[in-house]
Nanobody, 114 residues
Framework: QVQLVESGGGLAQPGGSLRLSCAAS????????MGWYRQAPGKERELVAS???????TYADSVKGRFTISRDNTKTTVYLQMSSLKPEDTAVYYC????????WGQGTQVTVSS
């Protein structure tokens, strides 16, 4: 049974930080490309960051220099360190794994507001 469980979301002030985690089970984690996506109300889901099995990373232009994606294959967990948060980062953040097919987590809410 595949499970991707996100955690670490919540309320942050502008300029603050949050660290999201996505714990995976039931997948070939070390061979998977892992990604973080987000969806704001009324908007389409968009890629935030991804990391391949070889640790190549990709970032959306809007988060470059502020967010860092990383993975720990021993813990089958992918992280998203978010810093210098802005109100426009407010969204539901989803974890996705890709290896032969895609799997999605249930999402975690991130709200950036003073």
């Amino acid at each position: 049974q595949v499970q991707l469980v996100e955690s670490g979301g919540g309320l942050a002030q502008p300029g603050g930080s949050l660290r999201l985690s996505c714990a995976a089970s039931g997948i070939f984690f070390s061979a998977s490309t892992m990604g973080w996506y987000r969806q704001a109300p009324g908007k389409e889901r968009e890629l935030v960051a991804s990391i391949t099995s070889g640790d190549t990373t990709t970032y959306a232009d809007s988060v470059k220099g502020r967010f860092t994606i990383s993975r720990d294959n021993t813990k089958t967990t992918v992280y998203l360190q978010m810093s210098s948060l802005k109100p426009e980062d407010t969204a539901v953040y989803y974890c996705k794994s890709t290896f032969l097919r895609d799997y999605w987590g249930q999402g975690t809410q991130v709200t950036v507001s003073s």
